[in-house]
């Protein structure tokens, strides 16, 4: 078997849908024993997914799991080892609801495996892909409000609360593979880009 | 008169002399606004701490622990920094003050930087520190000017990492 190097690997995500999905990795040896080929994806691989549950600073709890989707495919020089759609579980690892004094709510959240086919894609380097200066971690901070309030009129700012923070589904994040991964795949797949260069 | 010659003199050059040296301290803003984040170590992951400047608890520490530790990592004054390097994992952490104290566990992930805030808010007879997730977009937009805590106002270990020899 030839085992393609990840030395400068090409690691393409496209939002369309992969035209072929990838052969199941345990699937394959059996199918083509002779012309499978093994194809390694590197850890720290990029990945984007979406959170697939409603989870908040309100009504989260650190420790939860909460489902994940992988939003793009995962291809490698043209080959689409990981497609669009397969599911996984993601977990809350701090939450706090927005308190007194206009401080916001915080929530923090970890990517933990995607499942494909059985086997388990381990992630991690959970980030929100956030846009301006939204940060979704956190909920509306209301500290300087609350300062200022107390400044002018006394301890009543001590009673401005903050927002908290929501995330709704759907909502995309990047993650990273944990570990170096190898995909069993027709040989004629893996070639295919090379041929056509 | 040789004395009002002489403040003449000063006055004529005191324009000149503050216009040479404001490109200097421009410079020096600039280069201070450059800050250039560390990469973690092999293996490792980091968290940037940090607290902008202000008036509201401005003489206020904001000391910040590992969970259930007695001894500080540091204690962040207004408009300090520090850089806390840990292996990859949960790590939990608190920020004390007269009147509370505020927790937050983080993920420390292998080769990345986060970024924690913390703030002074309002409390009933003294300011509270407050801790809360961050990221680097905020970090450099409401933190100008990037001034690492001093050495004597850190445990050993972070001190290590921050002013190594």
Do not use: W
Request: hydrophobic share 45%; with cysteine.
């Amino acid at each position: 078997m030839l085992l393609l190097q990840a030395a400068a690997p090409e690691i393409t995500q496209s939002g369309e849908n992969p035209a072929v999905d990838a052969i199941p990795a345990e699937a394959a040896p059996d199918a083509a024993p002779h012309t499978a080929t093994e194809v390694l994806l590197p850890k720290a691989t990029p990945v984007v997914i979406a959170v697939d549950k409603e989870v908040g600073s309100k009504i989260s709890v650190a420790g939860e799991m909460f489902p994940i989707r992988l939003a793009q495919p995962v291809e490698l020089d043209g080959v689409s080892l990981l497609p669009a759609g397969i599911t996984g579980e993601g977990q809350v690892v701090h939450a706090k609801k927005a308190g007194m004094a206009g401080s916001a709510g915080e929530l923090i959240l970890a990517a933990r495996y995607l499942d494909y086919h059985g086997r388990r894609i381990e992630l991690r380097s959970f980030k929100f892909i956030e846009e301006g200066d939204e940060i979704l971690s956190r909920g509306k901070n209301n500290v300087d409000l609350a300062s200022a309030t107390n400044a002018a009129i006394g301890p009543l700012g001590f009673f401005i609360s903050g927002g908290n923070t929501t995330i709704a589904p759907g909502t995309l994040a990047s993650a990273k593979t944990k570990n170096d991964e190898t995909f069993a795949v027709p040989a004629e797949t893996a070639a295919a880009p090379e041929e056509v260069k | 008169m040789k004395k009002f010659l002489v403040a003449l003199a000063f006055a004529a050059a005191a324009p000149v002399a503050m216009t040479a040296s404001a490109p200097a301290a421009l410079a020096q803003d600039k280069a201070e606004g450059e800050f250039k984040i560390p990469t973690p170590p092999e293996g490792k992951g980091q968290v940037i701490f940090y607290r902008t400047g202000g008036i509201s608890g401005a003489a206020l520490g904001c000391a910040v622990f590992d969970a259930g530790a007695e001894d500080k990592l540091s204690s962040l004054g207004a408009g300090k920094y520090f850089v806390l390097v840990s292996d990859p994992g949960p790590r939990s952490f608190t920020v004390k003050s007269l009147e509370a104290k505020d927790a937050m566990t983080l993920e420390i992930e292998e080769g990345e930087t986060q970024f924690v805030r913390c703030k002074i808010k309002a409390g009933f007879m003294s300011g509270r520190a407050d801790i809360a997730p961050s990221n680097e977009s905020e970090f450099r937009s409401k933190y100008k000017t990037a001034k690492l805590v001093d050495a004597d106002d850190m445990s050993a270990e972070v001190k290590a990492m921050n002013y190594p020899q």
